[in-house]
């Protein structure tokens, strides 16, 4: 099950979600997606709403049994312990409530959301940042071939992980194509599925872990676990494609190569899982200083 919410639709947009969802009431969409329509379907409303707002809820397997995402709303989706809840901004006197939204940086609310921001990396020093290459978009039917995994301290770089992950498919040619890996790379050196489970759990341990598009790692991780019998004990994620969509306009996508341009960073050898898991943390490391 899936929930949007619109203001300032653009007509265009409108009609996206009306081929795909049911206009219950104005500017609410509700349905019943697969993971990977839903995906694109999301980026597609951030991609369009313009000077609108967008809010989706989805089912999903975790405590809650849902998850929140938003975009330029002044209510944000926040981890709290692994439980995602809406963080609603201070308002600080009756001239601070105004039916328009306030661009971040111009507030006093968006000055104590940065200030929260702040004090929660600070408590929370050490994070992994992840990401995965995979034989294609679909968490229910393709691999992981590789994983790469980050381990920050202190904004510091202090351990590094990559592996290769067997699998009984082939990889397709665009998929070689893309990243470099061949089936013979992943015959030669690949770890079976279950140990290169245990690998990841044991380098990420209680850790935050942080990604862009995040979910899409997790729900071909969780895959994995289901498949080798194991249970996932990672309870918090970040997504840095979020944190960039709220924080940079005008930009003509969202994919990680144009968003490490947009901080000159270099973007070469990207589509492999240790290089995109570098490019991630610097990009950040960015967005933690707008």
Same mark, same amino acid.
């Given at each position: ?17 009306? +081929? ?62 692994? *439980? ?18 306030? +661009? ?39 691999? *992981? ?17 990559? %592996?290769?992950?067997? %699998?009984? /498919? ?28 245990? +690998? ?12 862009? =598009?995040?979910?899409?790692?997790? =729900? ?15 309870? +918090? ?26 901080? /000159? ?11 995109? %898991? ?13």
């Amino acid at each position: 099950m899936i929930v949007i919410s619109v203001t300032n639709c653009p007509p265009g947009l409108r009609g996206d979600l009306s +081929k795909w969802l049911s206009e219950v009431n104005t500017g609410v969409y509700i349905g019943k997606l697969s993971a990977k329509v839903r995906d694109e379907l999301w980026s597609r409303v951030c991609d369009s709403i313009r000077s609108g707002q967008a809010t989706m809820v989805y089912s999903t397997n975790n405590e809650q049994g849902y998850a929140f995402m938003t975009h330029n709303t002044t209510w944000v989706a926040t981890d709290y312990e692994g *439980i995602t809840l809406m963080k609603k901004p201070f308002v600080l006197n009756s001239d601070a409530v105004n039916s328009s939204l306030l +661009k971040p940086g111009f507030s006093k609310a968006s000055k104590y959301r940065r200030q929260a921001v702040a004090l929660k990396n600070k408590m929370s020093p050490s994070y992994v940042v992840m990401d995965v290459e995979t034989t294609g978009m679909d968490y229910d039917n393709d691999r *992981i071939i590789e994983v790469g995994l980050l381990k920050v301290t202190e904004d510091v770089i202090d351990d590094r992980f990559q %592996c290769f992950v067997q %699998c009984e /498919s082939n990889i397709p040619e665009a998929v070689t194509k893309l990243t470099g890996i061949t089936n013979e790379m992943i015959e030669s050196q690949g770890m079976k599925e279950e140990e290169a489970f245990e +690998k990841i759990q044991e380098f990420v341990g209680k850790d935050l872990v942080i990604g862009y =598009n995040v979910k899409f790692d997790m =729900n071909f991780f969780q895959r994995l676990g289901e498949r080798v019998g194991k249970v996932i004990t990672i309870k +918090k994620t970040r997504d840095v494609l979020q944190l960039a969509r709220r924080k940079i306009d005008d930009l003509e996508n969202y994919q990680l190569k144009t968003v490490a341009a947009y901080f /000159s960073l270099d973007t070469t050898n990207v589509h492999r899982a240790l290089t995109d %898991c570098e490019l991630t943390y610097r990009i950040y490391l960015e967005l933690n200083k707008l």
